[in-house]
């Protein structure tokens, strides 16, 4: 590869090569095999400049959205899907009939942003239904698509309780957020927490940044910000209906609906066993009334 | 607490919460087929209860029926895939919380099963005493995989967080059982019609007129159920709700009124049974694409997903 003619003179970097164990500079966070990693996203903390969006597009080689003005505040990309796996939300919210309110609350009570991102969850319900092994739990306990094995039958995307993976019309393949398991197994954070310039989008092994969220919340409670909340951290909304936790988790100022996110979600896999054994006994009900039919016809003969 | 009106949920500028999957009529369709078949081995079963030329007259076209729907399943299901050049994935795994998978081995198990039944009878049919043995030991697998072709769709379609499809799991799956033993019972009493074997068709035909009296009392049960956990509006949008009263009609009101109308008589008819066959197995296959397609709609409403995941009454 030939260099960029601005930067002649500049083509050696000043680093002897790659950092063996680049997320303990950036995150400090050491990255083994065998431990929980996800994402705390705290969105009192989010400025909306999307860097994140940008960054994970950039490292994860996602094709670009088409570009269209939506209406919707500042957020043109809608939502999370094949080719976007994070997605910054904006919430614009007014006093009573559209006006201002003169009195606002702290911490951006009337401007909401989220980075909304795949939870990684626990168990995952999208990995639940693929019939093919394509998604897998990685040793990192993130949750991956393979893109050599899926063959696109979707059903992955009603599983999600979240909206978050859906198949591609370019491949035929189901994509969603792999929380860069390129990187981390290259000792880097992910791509879209290392971008983030007000740390909103935290990276580490889960049980110390629920421990670290929850201070946090003390911390916003004593400051007056009486709403904020965990979604997703153990025993929180959105870890509920048999979704124990979401390894990447938020906290949140508002009713979790107003980030497009459900109050109590459930594991759909819970509903398969007593839909199939209700189905089978209506079978057999039937059946046993069609013998009846059957017998008693013959009887009479 | 959390409780909420539904009107006072709120949305993020009602974009929709959940992706929507790209299923189409390949769905419906392999639904169809798939409860088609079930329900016609199950049937074929039940000739063993039956004089032996009469049953055996039911069993054979269950058997063949059976096959053929297994046969017109597994590639609609294919073709529904995306990558259909990886369709074998499907038996790299086994698992049992996917219904995607565990369904992929009923439909394996019932197209083997179906396929010894099947020959079994052809060789029968043509005096070999081994045959029919063949075809006596297979109906025991291929009956337990046709229970399962019958309803195993309902799991498939309510294991998700599809607000309609996951508010009524054991409804959904009961509905679609009774529907595929009516529409078994409706094809193999055209058959039998068409081959001239009154009795037998006659036979079939309260067993359809039961399962469809079954399958209608579960809709309207389900329909009241939809409304009081709040997923029902998807269904009551103008295109949908054609669909499903399009679906009530011809999959249960014309074949009632068919079978209500000979009894009244009390004179068995031709036409009106073949009216009331065709339509039962129209209306198996409008009955499940009104169920897919009003869960692809109700997946794009923020408001029923929220209300029935912790707004809602239950
Ligand atoms: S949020 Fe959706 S895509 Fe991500 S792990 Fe959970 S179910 Fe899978």
Redesign the interface.
Known sequence: MTNHPRAQGESRSILAGPFDAEAETTAGVRIEPGKNYGFFTDTTLCIGCKACEVACKEWNALPSEEGKL?G?SY?NT????AHTWRHV?F?EKSGPEGVRAPEQQPYQSSWLMMSDVCKHCSPA?CL???????LFRTEFDTVVVQQD???????C???????????SAD???AHKCTLCYDRLRAGQEPACAKACPTDSIQFGEVEELEQRASDRVDGLHRQGVENAYLYGARGS?GA?GGLERLNAFFLLT??P??????????R?????????????????G??A???F???R??DH? | M?NRRKQD?????D?????????DWRVSAYIFAAGLG?GTQ??AA?GE???RR?GQSISRKGRYISLLSALVSAPLLIW?????R??Y??M??F?I?????F??YLLTGFGAFSAMTALGQWTADRGSRLGDRLARLAQWPATLFG??M???T???L?????PL??AA??????R???S??ATG?ATLSLGETLSGRR?NSS?LE??AA??TS?SLF?SLWSSRLYRRKGVHEAMEEQDIAAREKAALLVGHGVPLACYALARLSGRRSDTLSIIASLSTIAGGYMTRDAMLKG?LRS?RR?RD??YI???GRD
């Open positions: 939506s919707h957020d809608g939502g999370l899907g939300a919430v319900p639940e239904a693929c019939p093919t092994g394509a094995i899926c063959n696109g039958c979707g059903y995307v009603p599983a999600c309780p979240f909206g978050v993976i859906d198949v491949d035929g393949k909304p509920t508002d009713d609906e107003v980030y497009n996110l459900p109050l109590r979600p459930s759909p896999a819970s509903r398969a066993a007593p839909s199939l054994a209700a189905g089978l006994a209506t079978a057999a039937l059946m009334a069609a013998a039919l059957f017998t016809g013959h003969e | 959390s949920i709120p949305t993020y500028y974009l929709p919460a959940l992706n929507t999957p790209h299923w079930g199950l049937l039940l209860l039956l004089p009469e529904d895939l995306k990558t259909p990886r369709w994935n499907m790299r795994i698992r919380t996917s219904p995607m998978s369904g992929s229970a399962g019958s309803c195993y309902g799991a498939l309510s294991a998700t967080s599809n499809w996951a799991p054991r409804l959904l799956a009961a679609l059982a009774a595929a033993l019972a009795r036979r309260g067993i039961l399962a079954a579960l869960g997946s923020p997903y929220f995941a912790g707004r």
